[in-house]
């Protein structure tokens, strides 16, 4: 996202000023202008919609579970049944793992920060890790002995820019993005970062 905001912020020849913000805050400081956009893995999703304008996705995302390496595989939903699962507060994640309360009987941990959820995980506190694909796979990545993605995805909801409602920076953004993905730079960030393409063939359905 750093290195997405940078190229994006040097084709529309704009000083690009980076600004820290707690996730339950972000928005608010979005709507009270305290910065033009949010690129920080912001998926889509309706409820958000209503609330502020989004570029097209540059990025494929849904919610995963990431467990320990040597964890049994979860294919679905329901075999969170009587696990000890975390998410970050106030996330897509949150509200997935919430919904899914309903109906599966888990217990459900809160943190401030993601990397305090999957430190939790690492020395056993917790079962699994509800997170968005991305930050999930990079995890992995970095901790390839530690941690997996289990197959089981509870949501589809690609990530993309967000804007205050109405702000026509959108559309010079949306401008750049189409370049991005045209001339493949797009593709070779995803490449850098998660050794996979999820810029291409993003699934737009968001469930």
């Known amino acids: 996202d750093v290195d997405l905001a940078k190229e994006i912020a040097k084709r529309l020849d704009m000083n690009l000023e980076l ?3 707690a996730w339950e805050g972000i928005f608010i400081g979005l709507d009270t202008d305290k ?3 949010v690129i920080s893995s912001v998926s889509i999703t309706e409820e958000r919609m209503k609330n502020m304008d989004f570029t ?4 494929a995302n849904g919610q995963v579970m990431a467990v320990k390496k040597d964890a049994p595989e979860i294919a679905t939903p329901e075999e969170l049944a009587g696990k000890k699962a975390g998410v970050q507060v106030e996330t897509t994640a949150d509200t997935a793992a919430t919904k899914h309360l309903e ?3 888990f217990q459900l941990e809160r943190y401030d920060e993601i990397i305090q959820a999957f430190s939790e995980l690492k020395i056993g506190r917790i079962d ?3 997170v968005d694909a991305v930050v999930a796979m990079e995890y992995v990545s970095k901790n390839i002995n530690d941690y997996k993605v289990t197959s089981a995805q509870l ?3 690609p990530i993309a820019v967000a804007v205050k409602k109405g702000n026509a920076l959108r559309d010079d953004i949306e401008r750049v993005l189409d370049e991005m ?3 493949g730079t797009l593709k070779a960030l995803s490449m ?3 050794n996979e393409d999820y810029t291409t063939d993003i699934d737009l359905e968001l469930w």
């Open 56 to 59: 097209s996705p540059y990025l």
């Open 192 to 194: 850098q970062w998660f």
């Open 103 to 105: 109906t599966v009987e």
């Open 19 to 21: 600004v820290p913000s």
């Open 155 to 157: 949501t589809n909801e």
């Open 181 to 183: 993905r045209s001339d």
């Open 35 to 37: 910065y033009d956009c």
């Open 128 to 130: 699994v890790v509800i």
